[in-house]
């Protein structure tokens, strides 16, 4: 159901969820210290238990009452927050977040979305929201309200704030002393983390999981998909990026005719749901350069193709 920001407050005091924007991708939300509110995000979103939440916060100050906040991590948190990072921090004894919310582990994703909504909504509150985002499990993201399966809407109220700003999720950063790993890439690129902490490394794709995010068949349409293409069949519809001679007979939608990996990345999951509900038999994707967000945009096709 459709509800407002004060109906959002109350619910979300009362032990509901809610579906509400941020700057990334809608988030399924409760209060993170609730344990019967985040065993109903598991529930409904179909998700293992395995595979743990993150905790939105709405600033520095609360994160640091729950979490040890320090050097590179601290560094990062000063750069990017709000905004679309998740920091992995080790949790404080004193905290009352559910260990639910990473399966009894003491490492839990941490972020501070900049989305106004958000932001009033953890000012309202007085506990973080942990929230994954609201598609069922292995499924595209939503950027808008429309992509959000009946399923879920059905069962959790929402608030409607129109298409996502950068239309991809977090990125998810776990500081070792020195060093940095990109568990999962995002709206914040290697490149700028980087510019932080020189000696990162992208660590998403690895066999043995430390974020489930890794795991390899993820964020994927119905349709089968078919990436980097250079001819398209007849009963597949197109997602091109830039100008080429791609054409397809159903459906063609292009993520940036300019070449802009911004703009495409704001355009990616609205146009994956767009051409998974047309009448296609499978996707063809357009090669897309891998630089910067088309890193995260070529990770994301990856597992969306992978048959495993
Ligand atoms: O942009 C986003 O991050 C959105 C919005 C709603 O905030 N949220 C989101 O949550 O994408 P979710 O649950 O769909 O993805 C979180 C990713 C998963 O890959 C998960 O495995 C990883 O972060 N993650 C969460 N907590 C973790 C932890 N304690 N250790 C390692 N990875 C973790
Ligand atoms: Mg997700």
């Known amino acids: 159901m459709k509800i407002n920001l004060d109906e959002a407050i109350n619910i979300l005091k009362n032990g ?9 991708v809608y988030g399924l939300g409760g209060n993170a210290n609730n344990e019967k509110t985040i065993k109903k995000i598991y529930q409904l979103k179909n998700r293992p238990s395995i595979n743990p939440i993150i905790c939105h916060f709405k600033n520095i100050n609360e994160i640091e009452k729950n979490f040890f906040l320090a050097n590179k991590a601290y ?3 000063t750069k990017f927050f709000p905004g679309p990072l998740t920091l992995i921090l080790e949790k404080k004894k004193s905290s009352k977040i559910s260990p639910i919310v990473s399966n009894n582990n003491r490492f839990v994703g941490c972020r501070i979305p900049s989305h106004f909504i958000a932001q ?16 069922l499990s292995s499924k595209l993201s939503p950027t808008m309200i429309s992509h959000i399966s009946e399923s879920l809407l059905k069962n959790a109220y929402f608030i409607d704030g129109g298409k996502s700003l ?4 977090s990125t998810v950063v776990k500081i070792d002393e020195n060093s ?17 902490i020189p000696n990162t490394t992208i660590d998403n794709l690895k066999t043995k999981l430390i974020s489930p995010g890794q795991l390899i068949k993820h964020y ?3 349709k089968p998909i078919r990436i980097n293409v250079d001819y398209v069949d007849a009963d597949e519809a197109l997602l091109n990026f830039g100008l080429n001679n791609l054409k397809s007979n159903i459906l063609e939608l292009n993520l940036s005719i300019n070449n802009n990996l911004e703009e495409a990345s704001r355009n990616f ?6 051409i998974d509900k047309s009448k296609c038999k499978r996707i063809a994707i357009a090669p897309i350069p891998n630089t910067d967000l088309g890193k995260t945009i070529n990770d994301r ?6 048959i495993k």
Do not use: Q
């Open 16 to 24: 509901e969820l809610v579906i509400f924007p941020t700057e990334t």
């Open 75 to 77: 560094d990062l948190a």
């Open 120 to 135: 009033k909504l953890l000012n309202a509150v007085n506990f973080p929201i942990a929230a994954p985002s609201a598609n």
């Open 166 to 169: 950068y239309g991809l999720e």
């Open 180 to 196: 940095a790993k990109i568990l999962r890439l995002g709206s914040i690129t290697f490149e700028e983390i980087k510019k932080i």
């Open 220 to 222: 994927s349409p119905d």
């Open 269 to 274: 999951y609205d146009y994956l749901h767009i």
């Open 301 to 306: 096709l990856k597992r969306a193709s992978s």
